[in-house]
Nanobody, 124 residues
Framework: QVQLAESGGGSVQAGGSLRLSCTTS????????MGWFRQAPGKEREGVAT?????????FYADSVKGRFTISQDNAKKTLFLQMNSLKPEDTASYSC????????????????WGQGTQVTVSS
């Protein structure tokens, strides 16, 4: 059974940093990219960053996080990361990692696997 598990969330003050991790277990069949998504209360889920798990490792970011967040992966350890710097109160949300059959920018298609999410709260 495929499982994605996020960790690293917490509460920080504006300007602070957090590093989210997403570990995968089980066989993730036929996926070529992974990503981080977030959802704040009363808002729709939005894409934060995606990365191709192929050799190219191309990355895509939401405009709101460019220059502050970095997505990376450790394929050997089957772990996805999201380094978040210069956090703002508007970054407060539940952050989930996911694996997909394919990605197009921050969009995805095909098979999809999701974690349960980890809460990030940024206070002003």
């Amino acid at each position: 059974q495929v499982q994605l598990a996020e960790s690293g969330g917490g509460s920080v003050q504006a300007g602070g940093s957090l590093r989210l991790s997403c570990t995968t277990s089980g066989y993730i069949y036929s996926t070529s990219c992974m990503g981080w998504f977030r959802q704040a209360p009363g808002k729709e889920r939005e894409g934060v960053a995606t990365i191709y798990t192929t050799r190219s490792a191309n990355t895509f970011y939401a405009d709101s996080v460019k220059g502050r967040f970095t997505i990376s992966q450790d394929n050997a350890k089957k772990t996805l990361f999201l380094q978040m710097n210069s956090l703002k109160p508007e970054d407060t949300a539940s952050y989930s990692c996911a694996a997909f059959g394919g990605c197009a920018g921050l969009g995805w298609y095909g098979r999809n696997y999701w974690g349960q999410g980890t809460q990030v709260t940024v206070s002003s």
